[in-house]
């Protein structure tokens, strides 16, 4: 089987999806990009499948913007618009899809590189689209334990002080209102819902995120005879960078003390107690085990009681997400 063109990291937010994509792009064959979101911003709020001329420009143009600026800070200008124009033709139509497909394979060409690997968790959301759309992809879906991920939701408004100063302030204040255990472990049941609607899928691997950093080695060579690439040892050397309760290190390796930091302490009793009662079913479908309770914390009732109001300022400052949130309702008909 040939190497894949694309391959697709995605899996419940704070799960490991960017330590996989710096493992991969330090494969020889293969280029990393950052954080794009076409899918659940560009693509879910389309108001049609097919562009014109124009939108087409416009839409490659953001891309390339985000690539070379990131998600938080990006401009659109001449530069960008030429290159764009330079791609396309105004004899031709394009979908959405094209439109990324053309983007990927220009960056990962300029990179001398010949297979591109995207990373963007809520990616999930859209595997069917993927899977059908683009039949050369692999998927690599990342699953981690939903109690590290609510510590590491908690403190992703802190990202901006432990060494992400470029995170501008308003992505910090909406990191900070849109957490709360209910929300949290509602969208990381819903994220291995799909995951295990696709468990079966042929350009589908399912990664356990502490399975990879306590056999990083095993892990890491699995998965590129998935991808049918080799494996050389220096992919294993990835910057420490990325954590939400901790300063960036410089040390480049794989850092297995992040495996169940919630037992280190930063969630309450409460936090514990909600996220294992709403997502138990898919806890013990990928084996992590329950801490007990003999009566629920009295804290639960306080989460409860904010819940509304939590939830009314997160809509608020994620007026402009709402495509990407109905379509993750969507998912869970």
Known sequence: ?????????????????????RVLNNNKSVFSFKELHFFSQLFANRKSDILDYVSSVNVLSQLFSRQR?????????????????????????YSYFDIFEIFLN?????????????????????????????????????????????????????????????????????SFLNYHPFTTSFLWKSSLK?????????????????????????????????????????????????SSTEHDKSKFS??????????????????????????NTYMKKYGYEKKDFLFPPLGVLFYLVIFPVKSFFALFFNFGRLASFITLIKHQK
């Not at 089987?1 to 994509?21: A, L």
């Not at 080695?217 to 992919?235: S, W």
């Not at 169940?260 to 409460?270: I, P, R």
Request: charged share 30%; proline share 4%; hydrophobic share 35%.
């Open 194 to 242: 799909l995951t295990d609607e696709f468990k079966d899928h042929p350009r589908l691997k399912i990664i356990r995120f502490e399975d990879f950093l306590t056999s990083p080695e095993k892990q890491c060579k699995d998965i590129c005879d998935f991808l049918h690439i080799e494996f050389n040892d220096g992919m294993l050397a990835v910057p420490n960078i990325g």
């Open 106 to 174: 220009d960056i990962t060409k300029k990179n001398d590189k010949i297979i591109a690997c995207t990373q963007t968790p809520n990616n999930l959301f859209y595997i069917k689209e993927i899977l059908q759309e683009y039949p050369h992809a692999k998927v690599i879906n990342m699953v981690r334990d939903n109690r590290d991920v609510l510590l590491s939701q908690k403190n992703k408004w802190k990202r901006k002080f432990l060494g992400a100063n470029k995170i501008p302030l308003f992505e910090s204040i909406r």
């Open 1 to 21: 089987m040939n190497k894949p063109k694309k391959i697709f990291i995605v899996g419940s937010s704070r799960s490991g999806t960017t330590m996989m994509s």
């Open 69 to 93: 600026d990131s998600i938080f800070n990006n401009t659109i200008d001449n530069e960008l618009n030429s290159l764009s124009s330079s791609l396309l033709s105004e004899e031709l139509s």
């Open 254 to 279: 794989i850092d297995s003390t992040k495996v169940f930091k919630w037992k280190k302490g930063g969630l309450n009793k409460a936090e514990i107690f909600i996220t294992q009662f709403l997502s």
